[in-house]
């Protein structure tokens, strides 16, 4: 159940930043992000998103290893351990194919 609510969530968030990148939108945002275009508040959101997501995603990694390191044979702390670091490499690849994307878009005429 909570798997399927992140997805959806998720596909939201997508939908709605790439339709306002897609479209073009000029829209004035300044009730809500301040001043400024909608464009340039994804900028802004995307220039530090991307450097602290690929930053969590290594903690993740580490405390990953901590786990596995100190899961001592217990069958479970070490399946867990192996989840923590499969899901921040999961992200971690899909952060970087995000980051690759934007970038294509942003520099294509």
Do not use: D
């Amino acid at each position: 159940m909570q798997k399927g609510l992140k997805i959806g969530g998720l596909t939201i968030l997508a939908i709605t930043v790439f339709g306002a990148i897609f479209s073009g939108a000029r829209i004035k945002a300044a009730a809500l992000f301040g001043s400024g275009t909608a464009e340039s508040w994804i900028e802004e959101f995307y220039k530090w998103s991307v450097p602290i997501g690929a930053l969590l995603a290594v903690l993740m990694i580490v405390l990953g290893g901590y786990k596995y390191m100190t899961s001592q044979g217990n069958a479970e702390a070490l399946g867990e351990a192996k989840e923590m670091i499969y899901g921040a490499i999961a992200g971690l690849v899909l952060l970087l194919l995000i980051a690759l994307i934007y970038n294509a878009l942003i520099s294509a005429p």
